[in-house]
Antibody, heavy 120, light 109 residues
Framework: QLHLQESGPGLVKPSEALSLTCTVS??????????WGWIRQPPGKGLEWIGS???????FYHPSLKRRATMSVDASKNQFSLKLTSVTAADTAVYYC????????????WGQGILVTVSS | QSALTQPPSASGSPGQSVTISCAGT?????????VSWYQQHPGKAPKLLIY???KRPSGVPHRFSGSKSGNTASLTVSGLQAEDEADYYC?????????FGSGTKVAVL
């Protein structure tokens, strides 16, 4: 059974970088043949797709976050990460990691989410 | 890059049907058949209800159905039940990225 779990600091200072990790169990990031990614949701607001990747093949980012977001993979730990630089209060959100259900269809499986607050 | 447009709210009585629209453009919904719908209860992660416009993942009841016409997609919930009270979001592939809808809060009266 696929399980995704986000981890990372719950508080980040403005202008610093936000770093989150998603630990996967029940599937292998490097061999599954699926896209993995991140979605966020500011408190009381809607969902925003951040980006997704296919291991060793392709990476895509939302145009509005492309300059600040970087995703990476540690295949040995079956984890993937998100780094978002130069954060502001607008980046305060619950961050979800996810895996597509089938090709081209994001977020068939979700982590529980982690709240990250940007504040001094 | 604008969010897809959904009505802020919708409602219906138990047993009735409610349809939620999701308006996009010819760069997203109008161009691709990768439209998905998600249900989110308060404090929970969203759940995939519909993918590729009309398909249901295993375990999603048949009373959830999706459709698309031109640049607008729709989700219909038939036979409303109390547990259907939630927020609903659409999303569409937009060529290299995905764009979400603004969300619709469904109330079961």
């Amino acid at each position: 059974q696929l399980h995704l779990q986000e981890s990372g600091p719950g508080l980040v200072k403005p202008s610093e970088a936000l770093s989150l990790t998603c630990t996967v169990s029940g599937d292998s990031i490097s061999t599954s043949g699926y896209y993995w990614g991140w979605i966020r949701q500011p408190p009381g607001k809607g969902l925003e797709w951040i980006g997704s990747f296919y291991y060793n093949r392709a990476t895509f980012y939302h145009p509005s976050l492309k300059r600040r977001a970087t995703m990476s993979v540690d295949a040995s730990k079956n984890q993937f990460s998100l780094k978002l630089t130069s954060v502001t209060a607008a980046d305060t959100a619950v961050y979800y990691c996810e895996r597509e259900l089938v090709d081209g269809n994001p977020a068939g499986f979700w982590g529980q989410g982690i709240l990250v607050t940007v504040s001094s | 890059q604008s969010a897809l447009t959904q009505p802020p709210s919708a409602s219906g009585s138990p047993g009735q049907s409610v349809t939620i629209s999701c308006a996009g453009t010819n760069s997203d919904i109008g161009r691709y058949n990768y439209v998905s719908w998600y249900q989110q209860h308060p404090g929970k992660a969203p759940k995939l209800l519909i993918y590729e416009v009309t398909k249901r993942p295993s375990g999603v009841p048949h009373r959830f159905s999706g459709s698309k016409s031109g640049n607008t997609a729709s989700l219909t919930v038939s036979g409303l039940q109390a547990e259907d009270e939630a927020d609903y979001y659409c999303t569409s592939f937009a060529g290299g990225f995905y764009v979400f809808g603004s969300g619709t809060k469904v109330a079961v009266l």
